[in-house]
């Protein structure tokens, strides 16, 4: 070898040379597409590419660190990540809430506030807000995460026997192995009969259930195989305006199209025909609707759809060919007198062949809300119907990319669909306390529409179900110059000074949808009754506070 191609491949010049590469690789970013060096001379090896400018190099010209040397350029940077995920917005856990968590911080650390804490009543975390976990769901998952107290004399006999029921369909008798993509075989046929009882014994295939990790993993994934396209031919969404933010986020993720369609507030947030057709008469000229979703009992907006109401949603769905994605998580939820849960699929169903043996649906359940409130289990299910077998293929193929669902959500979903029976040990204090979980819910919905509908400038419909309230509130056109003279929206604007003169965090409407020159905010009705009524008076106080200053 000759003496000049020794010089080149000494250590020193090959790490010259690898060094030169990397700062190439770092700032020519996409354009860059060989790993080929230009040529090196023999005196000076990796000059070629050490010496040239940044500029030479398209890299922008950067600021020297303090200690002389220039900072390597990032890989990702907000200009190339990826666009749909810059579009994501997530109102729930967004700008208020950060802002509730810093004072709540300042609080902490001893500095002065017009009040002496923090009220956030923005998310459904119901053991959060103080709702206390029903005891047998917490005994069976303490036997299942720890199997040696089923030597303890302490447990009740059905909580050991469902203990040992759900660790023998757990390899290795252990919640800590991966389960099947689709969920626990023995957890699927439970939920099919759980759905059974519940729809009056329309029959439910455990082949069509599959379990998610919390409802919001099934509703992303029906999404994921739903769109398609481009242009004209891209997928559209309808979804209510009110609407839960998951929507929103996940199809600007996906970069489909949100089709929105608007609950009737003048008739307590139902739905209307009239406004899905013409919803979806102009979606059509620019997109491809496919999808119809709809959240009964409603998150924002409380309301629980009536019987007819879904029949109407059901036809208008076959007759426009829409897959139907029915949001069922707070199906335990219902409090008004009159008001009743009705599952889209039962009311498909009863309507005979001509709709259930068409109608493509899938519908939605979590241990999240309810009576339960374990919304850090993540546990839930979605039931299929009418799936395309080819497509049903696809999604136990994309269910098993994420392995399978928390196999301790697996176990509590199954408590919740397979609670203790008649007989069982543990049964009355079950029902004690399921039916004292929902009794103070239905009390708490009941107080904040009373509260709040004695507030000149708040409208609050009924809350008839689910766990937040969507009321309208009137703003001075004082206080929207300002709020746009900052570049807010109003309701951020009035929402972010009631959090900082009164410590009550809640959620602008805006974050939801709502319609044009309309100005709302949600709260949850989950606070403790004693601090709900604290809550529901500084809004009362600070609002007509608020309408003085800027009327």
Same mark, same amino acid.
């Given at each position: 070898m000759s003496a000049t191609r020794m010089q080149l491949l000494s250590p020193r010049n090959v790490r010259l040379l690898s060094r030169g590469r990397n700062e190439l690789l770092a700032g020519a970013g996409p354009r860059v597409c060989s790993l080929t060096s230009p040529p090196l001379s023999s005196s000076s090896p990796g000059r070629a590419l050490s010496s040239l400018s940044a500029t030479r190099r398209g890299l922008p010209k950067e600021k020297m660190s303090e200690n002389g040397v220039s900072p390597r350029a990032k890989v990702l940077t907000i200009d190339n990540m990826n666009p749909t995920v810059k579009n994501v917005e997530y109102?729930?856990?967004?700008?208020?809430?950060?802002?509730?968590?810093? !004072?709540?911080?300042?609080?902490? *650390?001893?500095? +002065? $506030?017009?009040?002496?804490?923090?009220?956030?009543?923005?998310?459904?975390? &119901?053991?959060?807000?103080?709702?206390?976990?029903?005891?047998?769901?917490?005994?069976v998952l303490a036997l299942c995460s720890y199997p040696e107290l089923l030597n303890d004399s302490s447990f009740p006999e059905d909580a050991k026997s469902r203990a040992r029921r759900i660790l023998q369909s757990c390899g290795g008798n252990s919640m800590g192995s991966y389960s099947a993509s689709q969920?626990?075989?023995?957890?699927?046929?439970d939920v099919a009969r759980y759905i059974e009882r519940r729809d009056g014994?329309?029959?439910?295939?455990?082949?069509?259930?599959?379990?998610?990790?919390?409802?919001?993993?099934?509703?992303?994934? %029906?999404?994921?195989? !739903?769109?398609?396209? *481009?242009?004209?031919?891209?997928?559209?969404?309808?979804?209510?305006?009110?609407? #839960?933010?998951l929507y929103s986020a996940a199809l600007a993720e996906l970069a489909a199209v949100q089709v929105n369609y608007y609950l009737n507030e003048e008739k307590c947030w139902s739905m209307d025909l009239s406004e899905l057709q013409r919803s979806?008469?102009? &979606?059509?000229?620019?997109?491809?609707?496919?999808?119809?979703?709809?959240?009964?009992?409603?998150?924002?907006?409380?309301?629980?759809?009536?019987?007819?109401?879904?029949?109407?949603?059901?036809?208008?769905?076959?007759?426009?060919?829409?897959?139907? %994605?029915?949001?069922?998580? #707070?199906?335990?939820?219902?409090?008004?007198?009159?008001c009743q849960f009705h599952s889209f699929k039962k009311v498909l169903f009863d309507m005979g062949p001509e709709y259930s043996d068409i109608v493509e649906l899938a519908s939605f359940h979590s241990t999240s809300k309810c009576y339960m409130g374990e919304c850090g289990f993540r546990g839930g299910y979605m039931e299929i119907i009418n799936l395309d077998e080819e497509v049903r293929a696809q999604l136990t193929k994309l269910v098993s990319v994420r392995l399978c669902p928390p196999v301790p959500g697996q176990a509590l979903m199954d408590l919740v669909v397979n609670p203790p029976q008649i007989g069982e040990p543990s049964y009355?204090?079950? @029902? $004690?306390?399921?039916?004292?979980?929902?009794?103070?819910?239905?009390? $708490?919905?009941?107080?904040?529409?009373?509260?709040?509908?004695?507030?000149?400038?708040?409208?609050?419909?009924?809350?008839?179900? &689910? @766990?937040?309230?969507?009321?309208?509130?009137?703003?001075?056109? +004082?206080?929207? +110059?300002? &709020?746009?003279? +900052?570049?807010?929206?109003?309701?951020?604007? #009035?929402?972010?000074?009631?959090?900082?003169?009164?410590?009550?965090?809640?959620?602008?409407?805006?974050?939801?949808?709502?319609?044009?020159?309309? #100005?709302?905010?949600? %709260?949850?009705?989950?606070?403790?009754t004693d601090k709900l009524k604290i809550l529901l008076n500084k809004v009362k106080e600070f609002h007509q506070k608020f309408t003085e200053q800027y009327s």
């Open positions: 109102a729930v856990r967004g700008p208020i809430v950060q802002r509730a968590l810093e !004072l709540e911080r300042e609080l902490s *650390e001893g500095m +002065k $506030k017009p009040f002496v804490e923090v009220i956030k009543a923005n998310i459904g975390d &119901a053991h959060a807000m103080g709702q206390q976990p029903i005891t047998f769901f917490r005994q969920g626990i075989e023995s957890v699927r046929q014994g329309v029959p439910c295939d455990p082949d069509n259930i599959f379990l998610t990790t919390g409802a919001s993993d099934g509703i992303v994934t %029906m999404l994921k195989l !739903l769109v398609c396209g *481009e242009g004209e031919t891209r997928t559209g969404v309808m979804i209510s305006i009110p609407q #839960y933010p979806l008469d102009e &979606a059509r000229r620019h997109c491809n609707p496919r999808a119809l979703c709809v959240i009964n009992p409603g998150n924002p907006t409380g309301q629980v759809q009536s019987r007819q109401c879904i029949e109407d949603v059901i036809r208008f769905a076959a007759k426009e060919r829409l897959f139907l %994605m029915a949001d069922e998580v #707070y199906q335990d939820n219902v409090y008004a007198e009159g009355d204090k079950f @029902m $004690k306390e399921r039916t004292a979980t929902l009794s103070v819910l239905a009390e $708490k919905a009941k107080l904040t529409e009373q509260v709040l509908n004695t507030v000149n400038g708040i409208s609050c419909n009924p809350v008839q179900g &689910a @766990m937040y309230s969507f009321p309208r509130i009137s703003i001075p056109e +004082k206080a929207i +110059k300002e &709020a746009t003279d +900052k570049g807010q929206q109003a309701d951020m604007f #009035y929402c972010m000074k009631l959090l900082e003169e009164t410590g009550i965090c809640l959620v602008p409407g805006s974050g939801f949808g709502q319609r044009d020159g309309t #100005y709302h905010f949600r %709260m949850t009705i989950l606070p403790s």
